[in-house]
């Protein structure tokens, strides 16, 4: 008997997530250099961390040999104060897919279910899987979310319906009216995650009011995330508002110091960053209308996205060739298999130089593969 085969089930059965590929990975595989390589695979922001967040952890890392406040009461009194919650309706997490998985850990178990979308974000199968629930998958409408659909899904056994807003990788966003007459309509015993890792991409007639609807329902958890429009994925740092209980359960289980002492500082800055956060969000802005504008050049068929990303449909269905050609010309994508679409490819928003890079690449890449 191997000691593996003793592990649950469940576990056994978990499939890898797939990362993006990372920049020194494929200038090791190609030969390329470095500096040649756009990778607009992770949604990560191009501007880099906001600099006032860059020069607060370079002075943190003075005090790296100490542990971290694993209280988080300067991050939490900054929140506390952006978002008028108070702090013990806050759970911070190693970055927001840490609070997803608090939330399965302190929701799910054998037995329970949650419910998500089809090409819904992986992490919310992955985490449901890890503590043994069972997922179900409702099928999208026009590549969103169907609320109504989801609501149907519920069993008494469902602890847990997670809602990502905008969805990734499909880039889709939910009206504030339909998920509120969600909220309505949901039983109170399903505890109902709102993901909003992109919320600060969106325009604000386009921001559901979500963060007042903590005082309607009990059972509503938000998380956001510093990875994205902050520009801070690489020192992990997301947190999830709920209600004082929910939090405060969510924070029995968490690892007493999570986040880390760098990420924490980092955090407080780039929160205060609000000048580079409208910088990431114009760019953003621009960088989408480039590549949309590219991409019907290209006759090539897109998702609207309300994301920093836009996951497109590569003709004929060749996605892994032209993911392939784009690896060789120095451009890393996300192949999109996994969730269910694999005709299709997903590419982050860049500097106008990189999008621009992508667009000849991938015109390039067609014009092989057919
Ligand atoms: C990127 C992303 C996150 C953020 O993950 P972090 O762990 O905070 O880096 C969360 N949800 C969705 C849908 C995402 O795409």
Redesign the pocket.
Known sequence: MNICDLAPKYIRAIMPYQPGKPISELAREMGLDEHAIVKLA??ENPLGPSPLALAAMTRALQEAALYPDGSGFELKAALSQRYVVSSEQIVL????????ELAARVFLKPGASAIYSQH??A?YPLVTQAVGASGIAVPATKYGHDLDGMLDAVTPETRVVFI?N????TGTLLAAADLLRFLQRVSPDVLVVL?E??NEYLPDTAKPDSIAWLKRFPNLLI?R????AYGL?GV???FGLAREDVAGLMNRVRQPFNVNSIGLVGAVAALEDVEFVKRSYALNRAGMMQITTGLRRLGIEYIPSY?NFLSFRVNGGNAGAVYQSLLKQGVIVRPIGIYEMPEHLRVTIGLESQNQKFLQSLERAIGESV
């Not at 905008?166 to 990788?169: E, G, H, R, T």
């Not at 995330?225 to 994205?228: E, G, H």
């Open positions: 992770s949604n997490g190693n970055g927001s897919n840490d609070v997803l819904a974000f992490i990502a905008p969805n990734n990788p993901d890792a992109y998380t995330t510093f990875s994205k994925a992990r740092v997301g994301g």
